[in-house]
């Protein structure tokens, strides 16, 4: 049986997730917690297999929680069911060690599976959160990219066609001696040391 407590304030949508778990053969709902506070508590007086978590709650909200009762039981898992999808709350729940993050409007199907998967070492999102968490990361990629002048983005371009540094001088028009100035400046701000390194480093933060 998988022992789950189930954190939520509000007493009819707690009431709803209780029956749709316990309707479950392999599921059993160990405890109810009506706030943060009240999760942190339970969980470590129950030792659920897992915590429900919503996340606006009073007291502590659920991300807070989260972080409490991870610090204070690692091994602890938790899946996050809520109506809020902002960036704001799903990165806060995942830093906090959410192992999932799911809506409350999810079928109730998919409630279940993500709660065995959590339980079996798995991370559970619901699609639009993983859609928000993938834009988030291309995002940061971007912002992260260092800055390359112009003419450094010509070198290395044609660096990625396979022309060596005398074919680039003659392309650009410009001393080989500037060629490797380039270079050296596309290397440093890359944090690479080759040609093939800087080539395929600026390909990944999409700057090629």
């Known amino acids: 049986m998988i022992r789950v407590l189930v954190a939520d304030d509000h007493p009819i949508v707690r009431a709803g997730i209780v029956g749709l778990l316990s309707a479950a053969v392999d599921i059993d709902?160990?405890?109810?917690?009506?706030?943060?506070?009240?999760a942190v508590r339970l969980a470590d007086e129950l030792e659920p297999d897992l915590v429900l978590m919503d996340l606006r709650m009073p007291e502590l909200d659920g991300a807070e929680a989260t972080a409490r009762i991870i610090t204070a039981r690692p091994t602890a898992k938790v899946l996050v069911l809520t109506t809020y999808e902002t960036d704001e709350h799903?990165?806060?729940?995942?830093?906090a060690g959410a192992s999932g993050y799911l809506l409350k409007?999810?079928?109730?199907?998919?409630?279940?599976?993500?709660?065995?998967?959590?339980?079996?070492?798995?991370?559970?999102?619901?699609?639009?959160?993983?859609?928000?968490?993938v834009s988030r990361v291309r995002q940061d990629a971007t912002s992260a990219a260092p800055a390359l002048s112009p003419r450094e983005l010509e070198v290395l371009r044609l660096v990625a066609d396979g022309r060596s540094n005398p074919e680039i001088a003659r392309a650009l028009f410009i001393g080989e001696a500037t060629v490797k100035t380039h270079l050296l400046h596309a290397f440093e701000k890359l944090e690479v040391n080759d040609r093939t390194r800087a080539v395929t480093r600026a390909m990944e933060l999409g700057l090629l």
């Open 29 to 38: 709902v160990v405890g109810e917690a009506v706030d943060g506070l009240d």
């Open 90 to 95: 799903i990165l806060g729940a995942i830093e």
């Open 105 to 133: 409007a999810a079928p109730e199907a998919e409630i279940l599976a993500g709660v065995r998967s959590v339980v079996a070492g798995e991370t559970v999102l619901a699609p639009s959160i993983a859609a928000k968490l």
